[in-house]
């Protein structure tokens, strides 16, 4: 349960201790026969031939062939033609859609499953018989297979499913979920909410059990309620994990794909249709590998930024703290 | 207490050698997919999980080792969904097998992308095959197979006798206004969830495969066929546009489902529905649950009904080393014998007049006779040009979006710019 609260916080504070005393036991034990340079590089060595095959060469290919006719089946070299993927994919407006929806889902799952999660979490955390099946119980969406999760959905979401049903016996006439371009998004941003949000429930828990009792204890001497205790304890005491929880969940949520692929195929109209999505039926089912990859450079962008903007926000706080 | 501990541990060891045997066994299976080692080849099909089809197949590739001793054919079976992807990736590997089986309409494509080796003198074997079986680009022959499937109109004689709906022939189908009618007075029997099913829900090749022979029907068509280059007028013309708005407004009307359940025939079965759109294939599940099933043809929107025609073929990869032994192959499975095997165990129209004197109902005058007539009068190929993916996954957007209330026009119109971009941008194939 500890090694979760570790890994936010270990940039600063575990590892270094840790390549230390490993380092000077290298240097005492063969005493000068490897320079501590060829161990470094060695030890590197895994890694790098991994992100360079599978990250490095692939977004530089993407770069390289986002700018040509390339196509995933062709006996024709691919020729260089300037922008122009990027111009038509400007006046896609499947593109947009799929910009609008990503946004969209990202910005709605970030609070929603957070929030969810964290919710769950402080229910959890409680001193309770039956916690760790609880426990479980939340973590077993994580656990299981996004495809498979999908298509159980695709059945409970029919218009005569299961989710309808319940509804049915409020009085409330439910709608075609996944047919109706109202709603199909709204359905899949709860269900992936549902699948992923164990995940951070667990490490919303790791970060709660960081926080000391005593401050509990203070704060109820001083009479604070639960709730005063939520905020004024609870919630500060949480910042690290706030920040890998929101990098996380948004990185995740860019990505967006399986559902959509299974679940919808980016309709009704265009309204559940993201960019991996996109990208994806372009390049494969679409083979056009040039095309595809502009979508995958925007989307890269995209994140980039994001990301950049993210680290940007977090770093100040720590600056003014 | 004793015996029985003993007892587990017995157990247990069972289960780890079972397991390892288990996972040697697939290590083993796993790893021989290079082809030509001393006379052996290599064949490939989609049919893993399709019990009927691959046994067929598997008897074929049995025989066919059995007849003669300078060449052994390897095969292997991969699961449909993953199939095309197998290939291209294969492909990209240059690690293709010597003989392999294409969907229909994917054939102009690979033997334009140099996957496939045009069939050389099989002219003759061939003579008798439905046309929509065997697979041409640039008129050279790619590839053959050994079936077609129909598409019909489903139904029961009870359904349309009691609704006071004619029983459409071959010669006198249902014409638009006809059709419209009937599903009236199907929903006004209000004994039906849907009028009629047209397997809306189901995804892929399905939508140009069962949708585009309706905008055929009207006049319009996925490419303008005279050269290839543009959808202009065919697609986004009068005549499609006729049939989008037709086809949303089944929808609209309640008609039919938006998206119909994942498996409409069980649900016509089940008496949801009142009329199936389906294929052939539903023959015998649907004889067994109705004695009164009938296989009707499909609507005349104006141009005579049209079906899709052309479905698994069989040709040999452009790699392959040992062609002699693929074209013994291919020789030898393109016999009669082996035409009416395939299509008994798959219950699929047997594409040459012989196999069908064969396989059981195919015979003149037999009940599923009727089947290989509608494709003789009204299949359509979908369009041969390298192109069609795309045009494939291009129709198959716009067609869903109709559906769902799209604009019909502007829907068209962006299909077909679509189209004629991709046509353009490789050079229309040349």
């Not at chain 2, 585009?212 to 546009?241: C, H, M, T, W």
Request: glycine share 8%; aromatic share 10%; proline share 5%.
């Amino acid at each position: 349960m500890t090694t979760p609260t570790a890994e936010p916080l270990s940039e600063a504070g575990v590892v270094p201790r840790a390549a230390r005393t490993t380092g000077t036991a290298e240097r005492r034990a063969p005493s000068g026969t490897r320079s501590p340079g060829l161990v470094a590089l060695l030890m590197l060595l895994p890694a790098s031939v991994l992100i360079i095959t599978f990250l490095l060469v692939p977004i530089g290919l993407t770069f390289v062939l986002a700018f040509t006719n390339a196509r995933l089946i062709s006996p024709e070299p691919a020729q260089f033609i300037g922008v122009t993927n990027f111009v038509n994919l400007f006046s896609d407006d499947t593109f947009w859609a799929s910009l609008r929806n990503t946004i969209i889902f990202t910005v709605v799952i970030v609070p929603v499953q957070s929030g969810a999660a964290l919710g769950l979490a402080v229910l959890i955390n409680s001193k309770m018989r039956g916690t760790n099946f609880f426990r479980t119980v939340y973590f077993l969406p994580v656990v299981t297979s996004m495809v498979v999760v999908s298509m159980l959905w695709l059945f409970l979401y029919q218009p005569n499913g299961l989710i309808n049903a319940v509804l049915a016996n409020f009085g409330i006439a439910g709608p075609d979920w996944l047919g109706n371009p109202k709603t199909a998004l709204i359905a899949i941003i709860l269900m992936s909410a549902w699948q992923a949000m164990g995940f951070h429930m667990v490490i919303w828990l790791s970060g709660l059990q960081t926080i000391a009792q005593e401050l509990y204890e203070a704060a109820a001497l001083d009479g604070a309620n639960r709730w005063q205790q939520f905020v004024n304890v609870t919630w500060p005491g949480l910042r690290q994990t706030r920040t890998f929880i929101l990098i996380t969940i948004t990185i995740a949520a860019f990505g967006l794909f399986s559902q959509v692929n299974i679940m919808t195929q980016g309709g009704p109209l265009n309204s559940t249709t993201t960019l991996v999505f996109q990208a994806v039926r372009s390049g494969f089912q679409q083979q056009q590998t040039g095309y595809a990859s502009a979508i995958s450079l925007v989307f890269f962008v995209l994140v980039l930024a994001v990301s950049l903007v993210q680290r940007h926000l977090t770093r100040d706080k720590e600056a003014t703290r | 207490m004793k015996s029985s501990t003993r007892r587990r541990l017995t157990f247990g060891a069972a289960v780890v050698t079972a397991t390892t045997l288990l996972l040697t066994g697939c290590a083993k299976g796993g790893g021989t997919s290079s082809s030509s080692e001393d006379g052996t080849i290599t064949l490939w099909t989609h049919n893993a999980g399709n019990a009927g089809e691959l046994g067929a197949i598997q008897t074929i590739v049995d025989d066919f080792n059995a007849s003669q001793s300078d060449y052994e054919v390897d095969l292997q079976a991969f699961p449909q969904d993953s199939y095309n992807q197998s290939v291209t990736a294969a492909a990209a590997a240059k690690k293709l097998p010597c003989i392999m089986d294409i969907d229909g309409p994917n054939v102009p494509n690979w033997a334009w992308a140099g996957y496939l080796a045009p069939l050389e003198g099989m002219d003759e074997e061939l003579s008798d095959y439905l046309p929509t079986t065997v697979g041409k680009y640039d008129d050279e022959i790619y590839s053959y197979g050994f079936y077609d499937v129909s598409l019909v109109m489903v139904s029961r004689q009870s359904i349309l006798d009691e609704n006071g709906i004619r029983t459409p022939t071959i010669d006198q189908p249902w014409t638009k206004d006809e059709f419209a009618d009937a599903l009236a007075k199907l929903k006004a029997s209000g004994k039906y969830e849907y009028p009629a099913d047209f397997a809306t829900g189901l995804t892929g090749e399905w939508w140009p495969y069962a949708y585009s022979p309706f905008l055929q029907s009207f006049g319009g068509d996925l490419i303008d066929r005279d050269d290839y280059k543009s959808a202009d007028g065919v697609l986004n013309g009068p005549e499609a546009v006729e049939w989008a708005t037709w086809f949303r407004g089944l929808a609209a009307n309640g008609d039919i489902a938006l998206k119909s359940g994942s498996d409409p025939a069980q649900d016509f079965a089940n008496g949801k529905t009142g009329i199936l759109y389906s294929g052939s294939w539903t023959a015998v599940p649907l004889r067994k649950a109705f004695d009164d099933t009938v296989f009707l043809p499909t609507v005349d929107l104006g141009q005579g009904p049209k079906i899709g025609g052309g479905s698994w073929q069989w040709g040999m990869s452009a790699t392959c080393e040992n062609t002699e032994a693929a074209s013994a192959y291919l020789k030898f499975a393109a016999q009669d014998e082996y035409v009416a095997k395939v299509a008994t165990d798959t219950n699929n129209i047997p594409t040459t007049p012989g196999a069908a004197a064969e396989v059981p109902g195919f015979e003149d005058g037999g009940e599923n006779d009727i089947f290989r007539q509608y494709a003789e009068e009204y299949a359509v190929l979908r369009p041969v040009t390298p192109g069609y993916p795309f045009i494939a996954t291009t129709f198959t957007k716009a067609a869903q979006d109709i559906l769902n209330g799209a604009d019909p026009q502007a829907t068209l119109d962006q299909a077909t710019k679509d189209i004629d971009a991709n046509q353009q941008q490789n050079n229309y194939f040349q």
